[in-house]
């Protein structure tokens, strides 16, 4: 029998559920070679496969579906005329499915086409038709010469359209079939067992439990796959023959009106094909044989024990003749087998036990056989089990015992339909259903309108079928899709181009190792130092633990397991497929009870220990667009296939970004903790039976909380956030700014911040750009003017030229997206080019004594302020550089670290307590230097230099401002005050960085 591969649907289906024009891919999607939710690139990677679902709410066209399917197979005319007549108002409905060949690959193309007709005396009727054919590169699902411009296509044309194509092919190997009954010995001919679709249309189909098959309907089966037809038809015609006889022949000496020889020659062919029927039971018997490795005892044991006991010859012989006195309607093939089924039971008593599980918790424990027809006894989930196996294994048997009537080799594949029963079965059951299906070589399909995160993961593919209303009809308009996927990584794709520098991007499985259930339950009874009892963790406590929502738990019995089986604190654990906007992801505590995880669950294990903040992290990478983020829907499914995640490259956090991660955690966990202080302040009041206690406990409690407020407003509010964040000269500058009223003297102070704002910035500039190998014209020409003799004097203009030139190297070359002079960009924003424009212009008319009248220096200041707060507001990211002077380094040299001891001058305040801490570099004492996110401090001698000041003692950060050529000395000017020192030995200094 052939695979079924995909379906076509159009213009057929009910009002409540139509396909317009839908491909319906069965093909598997689990495959390495494409992403799951996308076609194939080729026929030749597409795959059949073994268990399908179709997920849909109620209503979305699930079963009808499945209907449509079983109408191309020649099931029973109901569904047909049911469809048919929905179609009708709208043109011809047609029904494509393709087939591959399990073992040579052959395709084949079976179709179904149904439209209204009106005979001449106006009565209305259905004209229907099926077709098959071996589809060509020009011929196949996709391009099938439908009319699509004439809803009123009949099936004249359609065949016509057909065998032209096929012509001009080459190929006429078209078969086109009016009646049902030919087109059912058609696909007989082709392996397809009609009867077996007709049986789950009839019984499997809409109901909400499997049905059972009675042991009259078992032999039925084993039956019609077994006798020939053309015995069933000898037989039919020998039957017939024999009722002749019965009337013509009335001599007194005959037997009951026959002679006795006739009757005992039909009686003897009833008896021979009856021991086949018997024979053959056997073979079924046989053939039930349940694969190794399933739990519950039913490993390696016959699903079906069929006993067989004959009564003696004179006794088969006497209640065979005497059926067939009882025989009416004896001349059909239909009849025939109704009369040698019956002769089944009269030539022997047959007893057919199933086998059903035994979940005893004794480790001995097997399986037992039970009655088909009396399960007494049995649990409910056990059951469930039992019908479940007995309905698939029957489908196998169908499938596979009809190989020696028609004399053909090769394993046969079958169609098994369970229509809406999911929900009634644990995981448990379609995993031992899973492993049945693999190994007896089934095709399943099922349907179910929930979401059930536990058993889709055993399916693939995994289809959505979806109904919308049509805005301009009454009609439902179904759709179906397949999941969206993690898409495969690439070399060169957007994951390694947002991943340069420090964080670069590394393979998955460099981080993490991926690993899959391999269930290995154990026997509960079973005692061993490697194994031990657990719960099992599942998709759905993911799921409910994601969506934040009260559920009542599911509870499972414990699974006796492998040690190495369970879930390590550290793990990272998500589901393999979900629906929502959220990813169920957790990570195992130390605290959590041994747990093992189910099948629908992947387990990330990191190769090493990460820290807090690396799992924080990583779980937050994951979750995002670059990842499972982006896959995630909330009216589609997401899948993750294990290979695919596992070739994904993800970012390696450098020391910076956990530093962030942890400062950013614990102060989001200091919030929560003020909140909880603040909520339990307000509650307070209402604890105390006096209203004037309440009030005082309750502002008592909170001044805290209160405190905390006005700080926290303090640092949110710009103005105090600069005088407390930025670099201490800054800083320093901009509290006598705030601090000074609106005159000449307040004017003035807002330049000398600019100015020292400026400078500050420019010095960074120069320590980055040596650093990135960047040469600076302004530096050059600064030192050609001191080859010529001329004194060399580092004016406002000289360090806003070096700044704008940092800042247009930034801008135009390229450099890594983590590179500090990335932060200089900020100086090209036309906001802060005007503001800092317009302060050196004031800076130099004010140098020149061309500043603000006495009626303008109102508006002068406020002006100046503002565009001040614009230059400190856009270079805010200082913070994340902090001034350091270093009281003292302490070097190692056996594990290669110093100890260093710093003041922090950020702030307005230069009096700080030091701070000690270890470092891989050798840094100078008595230095300035700025610390990174990373780590590294940079030094900014000769540029700055920190000292106390000779004048006023206190510690101050001191720019280079002139250079003596004549005396070879350096004037340095403090930042924050107008105090000036000079420095000897400071050549070989600057020619170092180029000055000289």
Not at 179 to 196: P, Q, T, V, Y
Not at 329 to 340: K, V, W
Not at 541 to 569: C, G, M, W
Not at 820 to 844: G, H, K, W
Request: hydrophobic fraction near 40%; charge should be negative; charged fraction near 25%.
């Amino acid at each position: 029998m052939y695979d079924l591969m995909r379906v076509r649907l159009r213009s057929v289906g009910p009002v409540e559920a139509r396909f317009d024009d839908v491909i319906v891919d069965l093909r598997e999607t689990w495959s390495e070679t494409r992403v799951p939710g996308h076609a194939a690139s080729s026929d030749q990677e597409a795959r059949p496969a073994l268990s399908t679902v179709i997920a849909g709410e109620n209503g979305a066209g699930k079963s009808t579906l499945l209907w449509l399917i079983l109408t191309v197979l020649g099931q029973s005319q109901q569904p047909a005329a049911r469809v048919a007549r929905a179609g009708a108002e709208q043109g011809t409905g047609h029904i494509v499915l393709e087939w591959r060949h399990p073992q040579t690959g052959a395709r084949l193309i079976t179709g179904w086409i149904v439209c209204a007709q009106v005979d001449s005396s106006g009565t209305e009727g259905l004209m229907e038709a099926w077709y098959s054919f071996q589809p060509r590169r020009a011929l196949g699902l996709e391009s099938m010469p439908f009319d699509h411009g004439e809803p009123s296509e009949d099936v004249s044309s359609l065949r016509a359209r057909l065998g032209a194509t096929l012509q001009s092919l080459d190929d006429a190997d078209l078969t086109w079939v009016r009646s049902r009954k030919d087109w059912r010995e058609h696909l007989h001919s082709h392996g397809f067992n009609a009867r077996w679709f007709q049986w789950m249309g009839d019984h499997a189909l809409g109901n909400r439990k499997l049905p059972y098959l009675t042991e009259k309907e078992f032999i039925g089966f084993v039956l019609h796959e077994t006798i020939p037809d053309e015995r069933l038809t000898h037989l039919a015609d020998t039957l017939d023959r024999y009722a002749k006889l019965q009337y013509t022949l009335l001599e007194p000496e005959a037997t009951n009106g026959v002679p006795l020889t006739t009757k005992q020659s039909v009686v003897n062919l009833l008896g021979y094909m009856i021991e086949g029927i018997l024979a053959s039971l056997k073979e079924a018997q046989r053939l039930s044989r349940l694969p190794d490795g399933l739990p519950y005892g039913l490993g390696g044991k016959e699903l079906f024990q069929i006993s067989c006991e004959y009564h003696n010859e004179d006794q088969r012989t006497e209640r065979l003749a005497a059926l067939l006195d009882r025989a009416t309607d004896i001349h059909t093939t239909h009849g025939a087998s109704q009369l040698l089924l019956q002769g089944v039971f009269e030539a022997a008593d047959i007893a057919i036990d199933v086998c059903a599980p035994n979940r005893s918790p004794s480790a001995s424990a097997s399986a037992r056989h039970l009655p088909l027809s009396r399960r007494s006894g049995l649990s409910p989930g056990d059951d469930d089990l039992t019908q479940l196996l007995s309905y698939v294994v029957t489908g196998f048997l169908a499938a596979n015992l009809a190989q020696a009537k028609d004399e053909k080799t090769g394993q046969r594949r079958g169609i098994i339909i369970v229509d809406g029963q999911l929900a009634q079965f644990t995981p448990s059951t379609w995993h031992v259903l899973s492993k049945v299906v693999s190994a007896l070589d089934l095709q399943l399909i099922a349907t179910t309108a929930q979401f059930m995160s536990d058993l889709f993961p055993q399916f693939s593919p995994i289809l959505l079928v979806r109904s919308d209303r049509d805005p301009l009809s009454t009609e439902r308009r179904v759709h179906a899709r397949t999941p969206v996927s993690l898409a495969p990584a690439s070399d060169d794709g957007p994951q390694d181009a947002n991943m340069t520098g420090a964080m670069d991007g590394i393979p998955f499985e460099e981080v993490f190792s991926v690993h899959e259930r391999t269930r290995q339950t154990l026997p509960i009874g079973s005692d061993s130092q490697d194994e031990c009892t657990a719960y099992a963790l599942t998709a759905y406590d993911l799921h409910i633990q994601a969506s934040n929502t009260y559920a009542f738990p599911r509870t499972s019995a414990p699974e006796r397991v492998r040690k190495q089986d369970l879930l390590q604190p550290g793990d990272f654990v998500i589901a393999r497929i979900w629906s929502g906007d959220r990813v169920p992801i957790i990570i195992i505590s130390s605290e959590e009870q041994q747990r093992t995880p189910s099948d629908s669950l992947l387990v990330l294990r990191p190769l090493k220990p990460l820290s807090p903040s690396e799992e924080f992290f990583y779980l937050r990478y994951i979750c995002s667009n670059y990842l499972l983020g982006g896959i995630t829907c909330r009216d589609n499914l997401a899948i993750i296939p294990p290979e695919i995640l596992k070739r994904q490259r993800i970012p390696k956090p450098d020391s910076a970004t956990l530093n962030a991660i942890t400062e950013l955690t614990s102060a989001a966990e200091s919030f929560g903790t003020w909140k909880r202080d603040a909520d339990d302040a307000v509650h307070s009041f209402f604890q105390w039976p006096d209203p004037t206690t309440a009030r005082a406990h309750m502002i008592e409690s909170g001044r805290l909380t209160r405190q905390r407020r006005e700080a926290a407003s303090a640092v949110n509010e710009v103005g105090s956030r600069l005088r407390a964040t930025l670099p201490y000269p800054i800083a320093r500058r901009w509290r006598e700014v705030q601090a000074a009223r609106p005159d000449e003297a307040g004017y003035k102070l807002v330049l000398e911040c600019a100015e020292a704002a400026i400078a500050y910035c420019a010095v960074l500039g120069l320590v980055f750009a040596r650093e990135a190998q960047i040469s600076l014209h302004r530096v050059h020409a600064l030192r050609r003017r001191v080859r010529q003799g001329n004194m060399a004097q580092m004016t406002f203009g000289i360090w806003l030229n070096i700044l704008r030139e940092v800042a247009t190297a930034a801008t135009e070359q390229d450099i890594p997206s983590d590179s500090p002079l990335t932060r200089f960009r900020c100086f090209t924003d036309a906001d802060m080019a005007s503001a800092v424009r317009e302060l050196y212009e004031r800076r130099n008319y004010k140098s020149h004594g061309r500043g603000p009248a006495a009626h303008e220096i109102n508006d002068a200041v406020r002006n100046s302020r503002r565009h001040l707060k614009t230059i400190l507001s856009g270079v805010e990211w200082l913070v994340d550089y902090p001034l350091r002077h270093i009281d003292a380094c302490h070097w190692d040299s056996f594990i290669n670290t110093s100890q260093i001891t710093y003041r922090e001058l950020m702030g307005d305040h230069n009096i700080v307590s030091p701070t000690d801490e270890h470092t891989t570099q050798i840094l100078e004492t008595g230095s300035p230097y700025i610390a990174d996110s990373y780590g590294r401090y940079r030094l900014l001698r000769p540029f700055l230099l920190t000292q106390h000041c000779p004048t006023c003692g206190q510690l101050a950060l001191f720019i280079l401002d002139q250079w003596n050529a004549n005396t070879q000395e350096i004037e340095y000017l403090a930042l924050d005050h107008p105090d000036t020192i000079t420095v000897t030995d400071m050549r070989a200094p600057l020619q170092h960085v180029g000055f000289l």
